[in-house]
C-alpha cells in the first residue's frame, strides 16, 4: 500500500465490509472532513475508528500474561499492589532472583522513577495490565533480569476511597489492624493523588505460643512471657503523585513524595541488672523520605526518559545489654540518588523491519553512615556510580516479507559499563535471539555476562546483636539460645556472572490462555552471600563464625556476608496463565474477544458465509464475484449496485437515491485497476496481522508503521487501536478475527467456562506457577570440596527444596468475589556435621491456601446512590487448613528451634475489611 492514513477511506476496505461497518468507516471520513483535516487520501489507503486507548507496550514478544479491567475486577485488591502481589506468580524472573526479585514497572508504557508513583492508586482505575519476559526490560535502560509489569491506566477516574482492616490469628494472642485513605483522580491528562496509611501489629510472645523458656535469674521459673514472636509495631506514610501530559510539547512529569515512620519493639528475654530483674527489648526506629520525578519528551525522531529517584533513610537500633543496665545503640543513615536517562529511536530500517535502538545513562550516589557504641570508630561509605550502556533489537525475518519462510525472528544485543567509586570499572554484555516460528508460539534463548558489586548495606550495615535466639546446633543435636550477629562486611568483592536463559512462550487454544516455560543456567563467581544460614555446612566452611566455648557447646554466630568462590545453579519453570468469562453468552464478550451484544450484523451472507445467528466472514471468493460483475459493467455506465452491500450502496447515492457518478467512478478506479486486484491481497494480510491477539506489529509494511507513530517514534496506541476497532470489526461483532477452526479466540467453543445463550456472566482467572530446582552448588575455593545445597549441604538461607508452586486464581460474578492463593514447598533436607550426636534435618513440604471472599454490595443491591454505593465488604482466610511445615531430626524428633509455632506463629488468620469508595 502507497500510504496508510488513519483518517483517509479506502473503498477497497469499505468493498468487503458489512454494510453496518461500511457507514461507521464511512461517518468517520465524514467526521475527518468536517474537522478540517488535511485529505491525504490515496490509493489503497484506509480510515478506521475507534476509541482511545493509550499506554500498550507494543514489543515483539508475546505478553507472559494480561489482564483488562474485568480481569482485575476479579482480584479483590484494594490497589495497584495489591494486583501485584496476586499476579506474583507472572511476575517472578527466570534467573534465580538476579534482579533482587521484583519486576520493572512501567506506566502507561513509559518507565516510572518508582513504584511509590502508583502503588497506591486503585484498582479500578487501572485499563489492563501487561507481564513481559526479562528480554524486554533491555528496552528500558535495565538488564535482562527483572520481567516487566506494563500498567495501562484509564484516561477518565475520580474517587476517594476510605478502606479499614482488622486481622487476628485464630489462635489469637495478637491483632493487627490498618487504615488507609486514598485520593485519586485522572484527567485531562493529568493525575493527582494523596495517600494516608497507618498500621499497627500487637505483642505476641512465646507464652502465648505454649513455650516455656527456663530462666538462670533466681526467682524466675519461665522467660516465655518476655520473648516475642512477633514485634509490637506501627508505621505511618503519606504519599503525594502528581503526573501530567504537556499535549502540544509531546511531553509528560511526574512528580512523587513519600514520607514514613516505622516503630517496633521485641522481647529477647530477661537481665538481672543487680538491682531490677527487667525484660532485654530490641527498639527499632526508621524514618523514609523519598522524592520522585520522571520527564519524558521527544527529541527529534528519539524518544527521551530522564528518571531521578531520593531516599533519605534514618534508622536507629536500641539493644539493651544483656547483663548490666542501660542500652547499646546501633545507628544507620542512608542518602541514595538514582537518576537514569533512556533515549530510544528506530535509527535504520531493514527488509525485515526497523531497528530499535535504547541508550541509557545513569549517575547513581549513595552513601551510608553507621555508628555502633560497641565500636571504637564509626563508619561510612561512599558509592558514585556512573553507567551507560545500548541495546539493539535487529529483525531479521518478518511473516510474509525478509525471510518470512521462518516466521518472525529478531537478534537482541547489549552492552555497557559502570564505573564505581569503590569498586572501578564493571562491564557487561548480552545476546539473544527472539524467534517465532508459527503465530501462537515464541522462542528466547539469551546469553548474559556480568559485573556486580555488592550492595553498600551488605558492606557497611553497623553489627546489632541478638541475644537468646533458639538454634538448632547440627554438632550436638542439641537446642541452644545463642547470640546472632548481622551487620555489614567491608571485604566483600565484586561478582561475575556467566547465564543462559532459554524461553518458550505459547499461546494455548484455550480462552485466554498462555504457557510459559524458562530454562536458566545461573554461573558466578566471587558470589556475595548477604545473609547465612547457621549449618553444619555453613561451620565447616566458615569456622570462624562460629563459637564455641571449651566443651563445645555453642554460644554465638556471626550471619554478617560472606563471599563464595563459585555458585552453579540450573532452575527449571512452567507458568500457567489463564483469564475468560464464567457463563454468558459470545455476544455477552468473553476472553480477548471484547464482544458485545450490541454490536450490529449485517444481514447473512454479505461477502461472508455466516447463517441468520452467525456473524459473517470475509468470502474472499464471493468478494472477488462481486468486484467481477461490478468492473464488468461499461466504463461509460452504471455498475449493478445491488451486488454490494447496504452500507456501500449508501456511500454511492445522492440524496434522492440515485448512483452519484463521481462516487462510483472513484470507486472504480480503486476496485478494478490492477492496484486495486493487489490491494485486496495486501488487505487481507494487513487485517490478518493487525487482528492477531496481540496484533503482529512486526508483519505490518514499513509505511503503515511509520504512520502509526507518534512524535515520540513509539507506536501511537490511540492509532492502532483505531485501526483494529473497524479492521477487525468486519465480522460484525467488533472482536479479533476467527482464529483457525473458525472460532474466536474468545468464543464459547473456546472457552470451557463459557456457555450459549443468556448473556451477562463473570470473570476468572488463574496464574499457576511451578520451578523445579535442577542443581544448586557452592565451592568455597578453585578445587575445594563442593557444597550440593539441594543435598542439603546449605549455606545460605535454609534448606532448599527442589519443588515449589505458587497459585493465584479468582472470579468476579453478579458482585461477588473470591480470590484463592496457594503455596507449595516440597520436600528439603539440611545436613548434619557427621560427628557423634549431629544429625540431620528433615523438611516436610508444605501446602497453604489463602482465601479472600468479598462482595460489592452496591452492585449486589443495585444502588446507584446512597451509602451502599461503591462499598465492598471483605472476608480473609490466611493459611486455612492452619498448615505447617514438619521438621524432624533423625530420631523423628522436632527440634524446639524448628518447632511449627516458631516457624509460623501465626497459623490461620481472619480478617475483615470494609472499603468505600465515593
Given at each position: ?18 454494510g ?6 464511512a ?38 500474561a494480561?489482564?483488562?479491567?474485568e ?14 502481589a ?50 524486554v ?43 488507609e ?6 484527567a ?47 508505621q505511618?506514610?503519606?504519599t ?14 511526574s ?8 516503630e517496633?519493639?521485641?522481647?529477647s ?15 527499632r526506629?526508621t ?26 533513610a ?9 547483663n ?19 533515549l530510544?529511536?528506530?535509527?535504520v ?42 541495546n ?12 518470512g ?23 557487561n ?28 548495606s ?9 541475644f ?37 512462550n ?6 485466554g ?58 532452575t ?9 468469562r ?32 452467525e456473524?459473517?466472514?470475509f ?47 472513484m ?10 486486484e ?47 476497532a ?9 472482536g ?66 527442589r ?26 533436607v ?32 443495585k ?30 524428633d ?22 468505600k469508595m465515593?
Amino acid at each position: 500500500m502507497n500510504s496508510i492514513r488513519i483518517a483517509a477511506v479506502s473503498l477497497v476496505a469499505l468493498g468487503w465490509a458489512t454494510g453496518a461497518q461500511a457507514q461507521d468507516v464511512a461517518q468517520a471520513a465524514d467526521a475527518a472532513s468536517e474537522t478540517g483535516e488535511e485529505d491525504l487520501t490515496g490509493p489503497g489507503t484506509i480510515v478506521v475508528s475507534g476509541e482511545r486507548i493509550r499506554g500498550q507496550l507494543i514489543v515483539d514478544q508475546p505478553p507472559v500474561a494480561e489482564y483488562d479491567s474485568e480481569d482485575i475486577s476479579a482480584f479483590g485488591g484494594s490497589s495497584i499492589a495489591d494486583i501485584i502481589a496476586a499476579i506474583e506468580p507472572s511476575t517472578g524472573g527466570a534467573r534465580g532472583g538476579r534482579g533482587g526479585g521484583g519486576p520493572v514497572f512501567l506506566v502507561n508504557g513509559i518507565r516510572v522513577s518508582s513504584p511509590r508513583e502508583f502503588r497506591s492508586y486503585p484498582p479500578e482505575s487501572i485499563a489492563k495490565i501487561e507481564v513481559f519476559a526479562e528480554e524486554v526490560a533491555q528496552r528500558f535502560g535495565y538488564d535482562p533480569d527483572q520481567r516487566v509489569v506494563n500498567i495501562v491506566l484509564k484516561n477518565d477516574y475520580s474517587a476517594l476511597t476510605l478502606e479499614g482492616e482488622l486481622e487476628a490469628p485464630a489462635r489469637g494472642g495478637y491483632w493487627r489492624n490498618e487504615e488507609e485513605a486514598t485520593y485519586l483522580r485522572i484527567a485531562d491528562g493529568a493525575r493527582l493523588n494523596f495517600n494516608l496509611d497507618f498500621e499497627d501489629t500487637s505483642l505476641l510472645t512465646e507464652a502465648e505460643r505454649g513455650f516455656t523458656v527456663p530462666s538462670a535469674i533466681p526467682g524466675v521459673a519461665d522467660e516465655a512471657p518476655f520473648r516475642s514472636l512477633v514485634s509490637d509495631s506501627w508505621q505511618v506514610e503519606g504519599t503525594a503523585n502528581y503526573a501530567r501530559a504537556f499535549i502540544d510539547s509531546g511531553s509528560s512529569l511526574s512528580l512523587n513524595a513519600t514520607a514514613s515512620r516505622e516503630e517496633s519493639t521485641g522481647l529477647s528475654g530477661l537481665r538481672d541488672t543487680g538491682s531490677a530483674v527487667e525484660p532485654i527489648e530490641r527498639r527499632r526506629r526508621t524514618d523514609t523520605l523519598s522524592l520522585g520525578a520522571a520527564y519524558n519528551r521527544s527529541i527529534g525522531s528519539w524518544k527521551a526518559t530522564f528518571t531521578s529517584d531520593a531516599v533519605l533513610a534514618n534508622g536507629d537500633t536500641e539493644i539493651d545489654r544483656r547483663n548490666a543496665a542501660g542500652f547499646d545503640t546501633a545507628e544507620t543513615r542512608t542518602r541514595t540518588v538514582v537518576n537514569k536517562a533512556t533515549l530510544t529511536g528506530y535509527p535504520v530500517e531493514l527488509p525485515a523491519g526497523e531497528v530499535s535502538a535504547t541508550l541509557d545513562l545513569g549517575f547513581d550516589w549513595k552513601r551510608l553512615e553507621s555508628s555502633d557504641t560497641r565500636s571504637a570508630s564509626d563508619a561510612s561509605i561512599t558509592r558514585r556510580r556512573f553507567d551507560g550502556g545500548i541495546n539493539l533489537n535487529i529483525p531479521i525475518a518478518r511473516r510474509g516479507e525478509a525471510w518470512g519462510a521462518i516466521g518472525n525472528a529478531s537478534i537482541n544485543l547489549s552492552a555497557g559499563a559502570e564505573d564505581l567509586s569503590d569498586f572501578g570499572s564493571l562491564t557487561n554484555w548480552t545476546a539473544g535471539l527472539n524467534w517465532s516460528p508459527v503465530e501462537k508460539l515464541n522462542l528466547q534463548v539469551t546469553r548474559i555476562w556480568r559485573e556486580a558489586a555488592p550492595g553498600i548495606s551488605a558492606l557497611g550495615n553497623p553489627r546489632i546483636d541478638e541475644f537468646n535466639v533458639p538454634v538448632f546446633d547440627f554438632a550436638t543435636g542439641q537446642d541452644v539460645l545463642a547470640t546472632v550477629t548481622t551487620g555489614g562486611n567491608p571485604n566483600l568483592g565484586a561478582e561475575t556472572q556467566s547465564d543462559w536463559k532459554l524461553g518458550a512462550n505459547w499461546e494455548l487454544p484455550l480462552d485466554g490462555a498462555r504457557l510459559q516455560v524458562d530454562y536458566g543456567i545461573n554461573r558466578s563467581r566471587d558470589v556475595t552471600l548477604s545473609s547465612p544460614a547457621f549449618t553444619a555446612a555453613f561451620e565447616q566452611a566458615f569456622p570462624d563464625r562460629v563459637t564455641r566455648d571449651a566443651g563445645g557447646e555453642l554460644l554465638a554466630i556471626d550471619r554478617r556476608p560472606v563471599t563464595l568462590y563459585e555458585t552453579r545453579s540450573r532452575t527449571l519453570s512452567f507458568g500457567l496463565s489463564m483469564r475468560g468469562r464464567i457463563g454468558g453468552s459470545d455476544e455477552s464478550g468473553g476472553g480477548r474477544s471484547g464482544r458485545s451484544g450490541g454490536s450490529r450484523r449485517g444481514p447473512p451472507g454479505e461477502f461472508g458465509g455466516g447463517g441468520e445467528n452467525e456473524a459473517p466472514r470475509f468470502d474472499p471468493e464471493r468478494f472477488a464475484k462481486m468486484r467481477e460483475q461490478f468492473c464488468a459493467a461499461p466504463a461509460t455506465g452504471t455498475p449493478d449496485l445491488s451486488q454490494l452491500p447496504e452500507g456501500m450502496r449508501a456511500r454511492l447515492v445522492d440524496a434522492d437515491g440515485n448512483p452519484d457518478p463521481a462516487r462510483v467512478e472513484m470507486l472504480r478506479q480503486r476496485l478494478c485497476s490492477a492496484d486495486g486486484e493487489a490491494d485486496v491481497g495486501r488487505f487481507a494480510a494487513l487485517r490478518e496481522a493487525l487482528c492477531a491477539e496481540p496484533p503482529r506489529i512486526d508483519a505490518l509494511p514499513p509505511q503503515m508503521l511509520e504512520r502509526l507513530r507518534g512524535e515520540d517514534g513509539e507506536i501511537d496506541q490511540e492509532r492502532l487501536n483505531q485501526f483494529r476497532a473497524r479492521i477487525c470489526a468486519v465480522e460484525g461483532t467488533g472482536g479479533p478475527p476467527r482464529g483457525e477452526g473458525g472460532q474466536r479466540g474468545g468464543g464459547a467453543a473456546m472457552n470451557p467456562f463459557a456457555r450459549r445463550g443468556g448473556g451477562g456472566g463473570g470473570r476468572y482467572f488463574v496464574n499457576l506457577n511451578h520451578t523445579i530446582a535442577l542443581q544448586n552448588e557452592v565451592t568455597l575455593a578453585q578445587g575445594g570440596p563442593v557444597f550440593d545445597q539441594l543435598d542439603g549441604y546449605v549455606l545460605g538461607s535454609g534448606a532448599i527444596p527442589r519443588h515449589s508452586t505458587r497459585l493465584e486464581g479468582g472470579m468476579f460474578m453478579d458482585g461477588y468475589g473470591a480470590r484463592l492463593s496457594g503455596n507449595y514447598l516440597g520436600e528439603a533436607v539440611l545436613r548434619g556435621s557427621g560427628l557423634p550426636g549431629s544429625s540431620d534435618l528433615f523438611f516436610g513440604d508444605l501446602v497453604t491456601f489463602d482465601l479472600r471472599l468479598f462482595a460489592d454490595l452496591g452492585q449486589i443491591l443495585k444502588r446507584e446512590e446512597g451509602f451502599f454505593k461503591g462499598f465492598r465488604v471483605s472476608f480473609v482466610v490466611d493459611n486455612i487448613f492452619d498448615g505447617q511445615r514438619r521438621v524432624v531430626d533423625a530420631n523423628g524428633d522436632v527440634p524446639d528451634a524448628y518447632d511449627p509455632r516458631r516457624i509460623d506463629p501465626v497459623g490461620r488468620y481472619l480478617g475483615i475489611d470494609l472499603r468505600k469508595m465515593f
